[in-house]
T-cell receptor, first 113, second 114 residues
Framework: AQSVTQPDIHITVSEGASLELRCNYS??????LFWYVQSPGQGLQLLLKYFSGDTLVQGIKGFEAEFKRSQSSFNLRKPSVHWSDAAEYFC???????????FGGGTRVLVKP | GAGVSQTPSNKVTEKGKYVELRCDPI?????LYWYRQSLGQGPEFLIYFQGTGAADDSGLPNDRFFAVRPEGSVSTLKIQRTERGDSAVYLC????????????FGPGTRLTVL
């Protein structure tokens, strides 16, 4: 069975500070991994995805994520957050056999001025 | 349209009633997915369509839930005899094909069962 764990339910960060959101997955094969962001009243927007190759993936809005197979992790980072980054972030793993995404519980990010 | 659209954006109903939730996928996308997001949780898979057929409905919680996509485009999620526990945001997504193609999500329908 596959699962995705996001250990941090809430994170508060000051504007301009760095941000790191943790994601751990449990999956037997090479995973396809995604990070989505959900702003209030809006749908999920894809930030970035990892399929293979370079383990450091660049995404939109200045985000990046690093795949670490040895730690079963796919943490999301941003060097300097903006107030508009306040949202909920979801990590997901794609399972080829079922053609579906399995999401973590999400991390809500609050940005202090 | 430019993105996935869902109607209505909000639906309030009474316990025991029947509801239909509609999803218009991105034009040309062959795969369509339904997810349910309960308060404070991540989305959970319900069902996906490849074309007109439901390729995997293993996420539907019980037989009160049913979804159709008769012409391979618009899809309707139908819930019979609604229960308070059905209250959630129902998300629709579409992708160009199968595999790990990016799924593009709609804004969701917030269903409240009183």
């Amino acid at each position: 069975a596959q699962s995705v764990t996001q250990p941090d339910i809430h994170i508060t960060v000051s504007e301009g500070a760095s941000l790191e959101l943790r994601c751990n997955y449990s999956y037997g094969a090479t995973p396809y991994l995604f990070w989505y962001v959900q702003s209030p009243g809006q749908g999920l927007q894809l930030l970035l995805k990892y399929f293979s190759g370079d383990t450091l993936v660049q995404g939109i809005k200045g985000f990046e994520a690093e795949f670490k197979r040895s730690q079963s992790s796919f943490n999301l980072r941003k060097p300097s957050v903006h107030w508009s980054d306040a949202a909920e972030y979801f990590c997901a793993v794609y399972k080829a056999a079922g053609n579906k995404l399995t999401f973590g519980g999400g991390t809500r990010v609050l940005v202090k001025p | 349209g430019a993105g996935v659209s869902q109607t209505p954006s909000n639906k309030v109903t009474e316990k025991g009633k029947y509801v239909e939730l509609r999803c218009d996928p991105i034009s040309g996308h062959t795969a369509l997915y339904w997810y349910r997001q309960s308060l404070g949780q991540g989305p959970e898979f319900l069902i996906y369509f490849q074309g007109t057929g439901a390729a995997d409905d293993s996420g539907l919680p019980n037989d009160r839930f049913f979804a159709v996509r008769p012409e391979g485009s618009v899809s309707t999620l139908k819930i019979q005899r609604t229960e308070r526990g059905d209250s959630a945001v129902y998300l629709c997504a579409s992708s160009q094909g199968l595999g790990a193609d990016t799924q593009y999500f709609g804004p969701g329908t917030r269903l409240t069962v009183l």
